[in-house]
């Protein structure tokens, strides 16, 4: 079974451009979250989505948004970039019945210069 | 607001030297603790998942606990393929908790030969 895809898996923008992160979850998985990790903040929760619907959000400003499609495959964008956007971008999926284990893609590395 | 920390930062071994992991938490109502492994440049490996307190989990030389405060990653004769970094995080319960995992700062496991 294959797992969570995420593309690209490098990013170099400048100042002031959008940016946009795919998420492919493991086949069957309708939740997908969205996590930012910096070396000084760690792993931080962006927001969730569950049948095209977000769940729930963290305390990111509004550049930070995202969607799911009716295949729950989801993406994630970041308007108008700061160089303290630059971080791993990591996406997970979940299955409700496994009790909410999130199972983790390699991450997007997103550099802003 | 839920917080989970860990300690040590990080801890050097020597292969077969047993030792244990600390992850405090603080969270409104435990719905899960995960224990997640981070090798570099990779996304979070899902290792396990406790539930209520005193409930124990193993896996080859790793074995994790849980009371109502903390949990404990106890890894036994370690070998230097168990170098990497070690993630705690919880999942509170009730609605605002969807798809959010509070992540810990995560401790960075050395085993030398």
């Known amino acids: 079974k294959a797992g969570v895809t995420q593309t690209p898996r490098y990013l170099i923008k400048t100042r002031g451009q959008q940016v946009t992160l795919s998420c492919s979850p493991i086949?069957?998985?309708?939740?997908v979250s969205w996590y930012q990790q910096t070396p000084g903040q760690g792993l931080q929760f962006l927001f969730e989505?569950?049948?095209?619907?977000?769940?729930n959000k963290g305390n990111f400003p509004g550049r930070f948004s995202g969607r799911q499609f009716s295949n729950s495959r989801s993406e994630m964008n970041v308007s108008t970039l700061e160089l303290g956007d630059s971080a791993l971008y990591l996406c997970?999926?979940?299955?409700?019945?496994?009790?909410?284990?999130?199972?983790f893609g390699a991450g997007t590395r997103l550099s802003v210069l | 607001e839920d917080q989970v920390t860990q300690s040590p930062e990080a801890l050097r071994l020597q292969e077969g030297e047993s030792s244990s992991l600390n992850c405090s938490y603080t969270?409104?109502?435990?719905?899960?603790l995960f224990w997640y492994r981070q090798d570099p440049g990779k996304g979070p490996e899902f290792l396990f998942t406790?539930?209520?307190a005193g409930e124990e989990k193993e896996k080859e030389r790793l074995k994790a606990t849980l009371t109502k405060k903390e949990s404990f990653l106890h890894i036994t004769a370690p070998k230097p393929e168990d170098s990497a970094t070690y993630l705690c995080?919880?999942?509170?319960?009730?609605?605002?908790?969807?798809?959010?995992?509070?992540f810990g700062q995560g401790t960075i496991l050395t085993v030398h030969p």
């Open positions: 997970a999926s979940s299955l409700v019945a496994q009790k909410n284990i999130q199972y």
């Open positions: 086949s069957g998985h309708r939740s």
């Open positions: 989505y569950f049948s095209e619907t977000q769940r």
């Open positions: 406790l539930y209520s």
């Open positions: 969270v409104s109502g435990l719905r899960g």
């Open positions: 995080a919880v999942q509170a319960g009730g609605g605002t908790s969807y798809g959010k995992l509070t």
